[in-house]
Each structure stands twice: as structure tokens, then as C-alpha cells.
Nanobody, 127 residues
Framework: QVMLVESGGGSVQAGGSLRLACAAA?????????MGWVRQAPGKENEAVAS???????NYADSVRGRFTISKDNAKNTLYLDINSLEPEDTAMYYC????????????????????WGQGTQVTVSS
């Protein structure tokens, strides 16, 4: 079973930066699976923001491309999301998750293809 624990969220002013981290307990899943980040703002539907394949190929939603960077450190079994130029619209709970086997989250960025979500980390951006 995979356990995912997110951290790094916080309250920042617009224009600031944050680095979110997602520690995975299962090394085999972490190193072999497509993983991603999804956010949920109050009253809004989940929005997939980024994905990364096991070989490090990344994909981004148009809304965050150029500001968000997803990466992974296999030695630390940790997934990261670097967020720059934060905007109030980035305020949300951010979750990391693993792709469900047989689907293609990494290419589609369809959050419904994700399973084993973490508990989330809150990002709040003030103007």
C-alpha cells in the first residue's frame, strides 16, 4: 500500500513562492508510477495541475504552465511541486497522488485517473 504525506503549504503574498513536498512510503510504487498534483479550491472542482512519469517527463495544465515545476527525488522517495509567482487564484488544498494502473494520467491530466491521494497541504495566497 502506498502512503503519501504532503507538506510545504502555507500563507504567502501574491508573487511569492512555495515548494510543496510529497513523501511516499512505498518505494516501488513511487519509482515505477506516474504521479501528479491536484488542487481543490473552495467550491470548485478538482483541478489537475501537473504530472511526472517514472522517467521524469512532466506535463502541466495551461493555467500553471511556466509557474509550476514538478520534480521527483528517487533517493528520497519524494515528489515536489515548486510554485512561483503565486496568485490569489492558486489558493487551494494541494494533493499528490499516484496514477491508477491501466490509465494515463500523465498525458491526460484527468484527475479521475489518480488513486491513493495524500491528506493535502493548504496553500493560501493573499493579494
Amino acid at each position: 500500500q502506498v502512503m503519501l504525506v504532503e507538506s510545504g503549504g502555507g500563507s504567502v503574498q501574491a508573487g511569492g513562492s512555495l515548494r510543496l513536498a510529497c513523501a511516499a512510503a512505498n518505494v516501488y510504487i513511487f519509482r515505477g508510477a506516474c504521479m501528479g498534483w491536484v488542487r481543490q479550491a473552495p467550491g470548485k472542482e478538482n483541478e489537475a495541475v501537473a504530472s511526472i512519469t517514472r522517467d521524469g517527463t512532466s506535463n502541466y495544465a495551461d493555467s500553471v504552465r511556466g509557474r509550476f515545476t514538478i520534480s521527483k527525488d528517487n533517493a528520497k522517495n519524494t515528489l515536489y511541486l515548486d510554485i512561483n509567482s503565486l496568485e490569489p487564484e492558486d489558493t487551494a488544498m494541494y494533493y499528490c497522488a499516484v496514477e491508477r494502473m491501466g490509465t494515463n494520467y500523465c498525458r491526460s491530466l484527468d484527475y479521475r485517473y489518480l488513486e491513493v491521494w495524500g491528506q493535502g497541504t493548504q496553500v493560501t495566497v493573499s493579494s
